[in-house]
């Protein structure tokens, strides 16, 4: 068995419909374990080395800024080579107009790199990750709760061709207002908090 880094993104962290979704196939622990879990702000450092080989693509910076507005979901999940591979296909590929049917990225993902989660491709990578994210947070116990059902809406469909009008241009206020008001249904934040989950979510879409 080998360790792997998980990490619920903003968009999979404050969306809870999504949430449980998510957590539901993730406690399943069928042929893994979840050892850890905790809610994490990461700095910026942390996250420019966590994705150091995407270094000087143009979308960098917004990458670095949804991974550190808001706390996330992060833990440690123990697994085989085999087992990892066969999360990863239930997961889906990293962007969402690719992401295979069924996965939980076609379910749940809004649009390009808004893809719920991150999890570690392979043991190697996902001895390296838990050896870098151990020295910032705790990932020897299950310290959150997350739960498996909830009674929000979940707007997945409506938020992907909301994001697609954006990112093309159509619609823009409207369609960027809307993405607002259905993440506030979706989640339990407010304030700051929410002004930050739509800062991130349509800086993707820019």
């Known amino acids: 068995m080998a360790d792997a880094l998980v990490i619920f993104k903003p968009d999979a962290s404050y969306r809870l419909a999504a949430r449980a979704g998510i957590w539901g196939w993730l406690s399943g622990e069928r042929g893994w374990k979840v050892e850890s879990l905790a809610w994490f702000q990461p700095p910026a450092s942390l ?13 960098f910076p917004w990458l670095v ?27 889906g590929e990293t962007r969402i107009a690719q992401s295979r049917p069924g996965s ?53 469909y409506r938020l992907r061709s909301l994001a697609t009008q954006v990112a093309g241009g159509i619609h823009l206020e409207l369609a960027s207002q809307m993405i607002r008001e259905l993440l506030a249904e979706e989640s339990e934040i407010e304030g700051d908090q929410l002004q930050a989950l739509w800062r991130v979510t349509l800086g993707a879409l820019a």
């Open 47 to 59: 996250i420019e080395n966590h994705y150091d080989f995407l270094k000087g693509r143009p979308f």
């Open 104 to 156: 939980l990225r076609e379910r749940y993902g809004i649009y390009g790199g808004v893809n719920c989660l991150h999890l570690s491709d392979s043991p190697e990578t996902g001895s390296a990750e838990v050896e870098r994210w151990a020295k910032f947070v705790q990932l020897d116990d299950v310290a959150a709760e997350l739960a498996v059902e909830s009674e929000k809406p979940d707007h997945t």
């Open 65 to 91: 800024d949804f991974m550190t507005a808001l706390p996330l979901a992060v833990g440690r999940i123990s697994a085989s080579g085999e087992t990892l591979e066969r999360m990863r296909h239930d997961l």
